[in-house]
């Protein structure tokens, strides 16, 4: 059986980018995995479970390296892997895609009320970037009666730290703008700092908007708790293989204006839109799930993936051996 063409419809959407967002993209996926599993007519077990292969194949190509879109289709594979008859492996389905999907919409407020408990009254909270996690912990503290301040990045060079800026003053949340390169300067007065996250490996360690390494760095120094508040399905299963995640680097001109470019050809510019932070510098990892440590993101991994994590492992072994 083919792949339907509704489900052919939904993965032109999220390749034209009219699906945006971690979150949405990967509801969506799910979502195309339901519809996928509910318009197969036939009823053999393991036509079924590579009739729902193709499928997630086709939707991950969409956007190869978009962590939270291959952990969705990841989430009902595993569970479609483990069923025992055509019956159970499409209700597998049905139900795996919309509990990702209501776990994905529910997953910020969650994540929300578990951080807001590690803000005490009285803190002064340094935040990076724009993360949507982050943030609802911070006005979640605020809505608790605590009494916060924040500091927040510029995030330079696309100012996100502005919308940042924007969204917790829209809040009555007292914060002050400040530049990337004065984060050692403030720390002194920092208690806690909360950042969001791009991805999560399996050692725990994190990839988010460049310039979190270096915050998390002076954190470290100066003793100040790093908390990274991030859904699960940010974390990459790829990295339990030994996958390295590819740090995107973006134009020059988002750093430089475009005529100074022009007029200095010779002009070198590096612009890597991420870094790393090493799992020794962050304190906790703040989840739906609870507070973990860094190092127990390969557990959550098994936990959700483990039956394509060892198929796939299987795989690359049979590689090697011919």
Known sequence: ???????HRIALLIKS???????????????????????YSGNDLNEFKSYM??????????RPTAVSLHNALRYVLNRVERAQSIEEAVVAAVSAADS???A???????????????IEDGDTVL???????????????????KRIRVYATETRPKFQGLLSYRELAENGIPVTLIPDSAVRFVMREVD?????????????????KVGTSLIALAAHEARVRFYVATETYKFSPATVLGELVTIEERGPEEVVPL?????????????????VTPPDYIDAIITERGVIPPKAAAVILLEDYGATLAEELATITIDIED
């Open 1 to 7: 059986m083919g792949v339907p063409a509704e489900v």
């Open 17 to 39: 980018m009219r699906v945006r967002g971690a979150g949405r993209i990967a509801r969506t996926a799910a979502y195309a995995m339901k519809v996928a599993a509910q318009k």
């Open 53 to 62: 292969r193709g499928v997630a194949q086709l939707l991950g190509s969409t």
């Open 100 to 102: 990702f999907i209501e």
């Open 104 to 118: 994905s919409l529910n997953a910020v407020g969650v994540i929300s009320e578990i951080g807001s408990k590690l």
């Open 127 to 145: 935040t990076h970037c724009n993360s949507s996690a982050a943030l609802a912990v911070l006005k979640a503290a605020h809505s608790s009666g």
């Open 192 to 208: 806690k700092v909360v950042v969001g996250a791009d991805t999560v490996t399996a050692n725990g360690a994190v990839i988010n």
């Open 259 to 275: 005529d100074l470019l022009t007029s200095h050809p010779n002009l070198k510019v590096r612009n890597p839109a991420f870094d």
